[in-house]
């Protein structure tokens, strides 16, 4: 029987249905239309700066895949990621209120979460596909009490759990949960020709992360959808960007989010520039980490609501 997968929707009930069932949903005008029209202009601008002025960071080619830290040469790549969007305009702060979107986060992440990682991939004519993955690799898996864990700060990207100690992967009954939720926002529409972001349907509950041997015959679809549409992640789902064959870049913010217990990846607590800090609403500065969590992320004081960059904090004293 052919599986119907998730199609693109207005509706939240069957957004929250689909990312249930499929480990993603496509959810249309995910953000309002003129925001999603400034941001088509700003970050185009903004791409377009950093390759002249050689501050881009490329990555989707053959010699150059995400992930390959360890190669200096930040313009190796075919697509154009851009960073720390929030430092990069007020439009794209602009994406970081209670938009449509944000009303499926609460399923996977809860009702408290923080912002990972905030960013742009242009995927370009040429690029090559990117290795299927989940966002939260680091995430520990269960393990039955007999076996032999892989201790956390052993893990990499390289190194988890299940490839040490495969006994883990017969631990059918335990999963690990969701701790990350993905939005990938189609600014200018994705299809299978522009690279849209390729998808294995319901392997959020695989219980594992891909791997390029045992896995090189999995089947994945190419998520499609029209400006404003946003594939909505749970943190396990097995995805990658797809290779861009059309002559037109593919314009696609990603907003990662995880539990306010975990480390995000892009450091909004000191990355922030100083003059974008005080335009930062409450529920903004939550969502990049400036908020104490249960007396975590503080500088000091553990009963403080909210840490600022500016804080005056005490050093070594004497009396
Ligand atoms: O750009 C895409 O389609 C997906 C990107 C992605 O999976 C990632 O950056 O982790």
Redesign the pocket.
Known sequence: MKEIYPKPTKSLAIAKSDLKKWGYCLLEDAIPNKLNKLAIARLVEQAKAEKHLNLAYEDGSKSKK?GDFDINDSNAGV?Q?VWMLPNKGKVFLDFLQNHNYMKCLENIVGNEFIVSSF?A?I?KPGGVP?EL?T?QWWMPDPVKREIDFLPVGSMSRKVFDFQINDKILSNDDLISRPVVS?V?IMLNG?SKEN????IVPGSHLFGRHPDKELDQDIKTIS?EGPPGCA?ITDGRLW????ANISNQD?L?I?I?FCGPQFRPQENFTIGIKKDVFPSLTEFQKELLGFKVWNGYGRTGNPTEKFIDIEDDLIGELKI
Do not use: E, K
């Open positions: 995400w697509n990621r960013s991939n995927a990117m993955h966002d993905n990938l994705m690279g849209g972001t390729l998520a594939i995805h990658g960007t797809g593919r696609a990603l990662t």
